[in-house]
């Protein structure tokens, strides 16, 4: 019996004489063609981001059970934070998600000034997300409202005396405002490093495309760092509503 | 590209040229102003639908415009409506895996502290 091993493969003898090996970053030698590359770029692509999905999941989770347990506590303490910050940062966000997404569109078409500015204004939204995002945790730290031996429960056992209406809290429920910002902090924080990681990436992958790198058919990178991108996006989307805006009607 | 026209359902039945046929589609900036006008529209709405008081609903509300928002965002920014079979069977395997493993926790924690709820 032939095993397969043993037939001659038809690329290697046939083909070989007449096919010129063109080595294109878009089309490599194990690949049969340039869209089956792609697809499996695509799908190992999707395979992290579902990873990533399980990974901030975990913490969404976490958020449901404690929210549900300690509901006074996560009230007053999502209360605190600011609702334009937050609505402000969705709209950077959206917008800096919208210039990736026009930025993988001129790649596709092979647009080399129109990819390097949306990658360049793609990372200047970005900046911009981060730095409101360091104001407002430069905030909780001057109230200190970052969890730790400096926590203060203050705020939340004696609202009336900082001007705040909210009923005040027993001691040990107002203990569990930490639990609220310790999640805050860990998701917008887990949040916030993506993007510093995706900041990163876009400085190599704007000084890639000035090069003419992803203007001459190869868009996996662009297109596969704008999927990265938009799944951080998406986390944000879940974040803004959950720790800034569901808990705005507590005293009623 | 004289090859190209056979990698596609039609002409390829067994699926012996290109496994994945994924037919190749660009998104076009028009269809991308689109989606950000409609995520930027849902943002303003999520953010007003917060200042009013709809008892439970507030959250049902805010939840379910972030999950719009996100599905947008997967279909046409991330382009999965225009991906292989493979591609989107798999996503949607995933976030199934998602929603099984945070009913089962909860199942569990619901069932630890009977009466705390």
Redesign the interface.
């Known amino acids: 019996m032939d095993s397969t091993l043993a037939t001659p493969h038809p690329h290697e003898t046939v083909l070989h004489a007449e096919h010129e090996h063109v080595v294109l970053p878009q089309h490599r030698h194990h690949f049969?063609?340039e869209?089956?590359q792609?697809?499996?770029g695509?799908?190992g692509m999707?395979?992290f981001l579902?990873t990533e999905?399980?990974f901030f999941?975990g913490m969404f989770?976490a958020y449901?059970?404690y929210r549900?347990?300690y509901y006074p506590a996560f009230a007053v303490a999502s209360n605190q934070l600011s609702?334009p910050l937050g609505?402000v940062n969705?709209?950077v966000l959206?917008?800096s998600?919208?210039c990736?997404?026009?930025g993988?569109?001129a790649a596709?078409?092979r647009k080399r000034g129109v990819l390097v500015v949306m990658l360049i204004l793609t990372t200047f939204f970005g900046l911009i997300f981060l730095g409101v995002k360091a104001d407002e945790y430069h905030e909780k730290y001057e109230l200190h409202h970052i969890p730790g031996s400096s926590f203060s429960t203050s705020m939340f056992v004696n609202p009336a005396a900082y001007g705040i209406k909210e009923e005040p809290l027993s001691p040990d429920m107002a203990q569990k405002t930490q639990i609220f910002f310790f999640l805050y902090f860990a998701m917008t924080g887990m949040h916030a490093l993506h993007m510093i990681i995706g900041i990163v990436l876009l400085f190599w992958l704007t000084w890639r495309a000035h090069r003419g790198d992803f203007s001459a058919g190869y868009v996996a990178p662009i297109?596969n760092f704008?999927?990265y991108w938009?799944?951080v996006?998406?986390v944000w989307?879940?974040l803004?509503?959950?720790l800034?805006?569901?808990n705005?009607?507590p005293l009623? | 590209m004289a090859h190209e026209a056979i990698h596609t359902d039609a002409n390829d039945p067994q699926n012996v040229t290109n496994p994945e046929h994924a037919q190749h589609h660009i998104v076009t900036p028009l269809q991308y102003t689109y989606v950000f006008a409609t995520l930027l529209f849902f943002t303003g709405v999520t953010v007003a639908a917060a200042y009013v008081d709809l008892k439970w609903a507030n959250p049902v509300i805010a939840l379910a415009i972030a999950c719009f928002k996100a599905v947008i965002v997967i279909l046409f920014f991330m382009h999965v409506a225009y991906q292989s079979r493979l591609i989107k069977m798999t996503i949607g395997a995933g976030f199934f895996l998602f929603l099984v493993l945070v009913t089962m926790t909860m199942t569990d924690y619901i069932s630890r502290s009977w009466g705390l709820w």
Do not use: C, K
Request: proline share 2%.
């Open positions: 049969e063609t869209e089956q792609r697809e499996a695509s799908f999707w395979l579902l999905i399980m999941g989770f449901l059970l549900n347990w609702v609505a969705t709209a959206i917008s998600g919208f990736m997404a026009i993988v569109w596709e078409v297109e704008g999927l938009h799944f996006d998406i989307l879940f803004f509503p959950l800034y805006l569901i705005r009607h009623h």
